[in-house]
């Protein structure tokens, strides 16, 4: 586990998955289909539980500042600066269970926000790797 500071907010828009984990990978390919792919671009996951105990997730992407989604069915959230606890693991694809695993052992920290979530970081579109955080 590594110690990592988002130095600044990152506005991000998102589409909510209507099912966790299933229908992840389609809500990826729709925010994509609805946004242009530009370099430097980050995509992230960001999940917690709900009232009920169920995952809520969202994917989202970063707000570049020539961008203007104010006329589509993206919402908008922002992801605060602050330290977390992370975990980075390349191709996370080899392994169907690693990103749920390393969620399971980053929850455990002692230092954990309450009131944070699980972020998904991933360079691009395409990134195989991916840092795994939660707000300490």
């Known amino acids: 586990m590594e110690r990592y500071q988002i130095a600044q907010n990152i506005e991000v828009v998102f589409l909510k998955a209507a099912n966790f984990p299933h229908d992840v990978p389609a809500t990826y390919e729709q925010l994509h289909a609805l946004i242009p792919d ?11 539980p709900d009232s009920t ?23 908008q959230f ?40 699980c972020l998904e970081v991933y360079k691009n579109y395409t990134d195989k790797d991916v840092h795994c955080m939660v707000r300490v």
């Open 38 to 48: 530009l370099p430097g671009r980050r995509y992230f996951g960001i999940s917690h």
């Open 53 to 75: 105990g169920t995952i809520q997730y969202k994917a989202a992407a970063e707000v570049l500042p020539s961008d203007d989604f104010s006329n589509t069915e993206l919402q």
């Open 78 to 117: 922002t992801i605060e600066k602050g330290d977390f606890a992370a975990e980075y693991i390349v191709n996370h694809f080899k392994d169907s269970n690693c990103i749920g695993d390393t969620f399971k052992a980053l929850l455990k920290h002692p230092q954990l926000d309450p009131n944070g979530y």
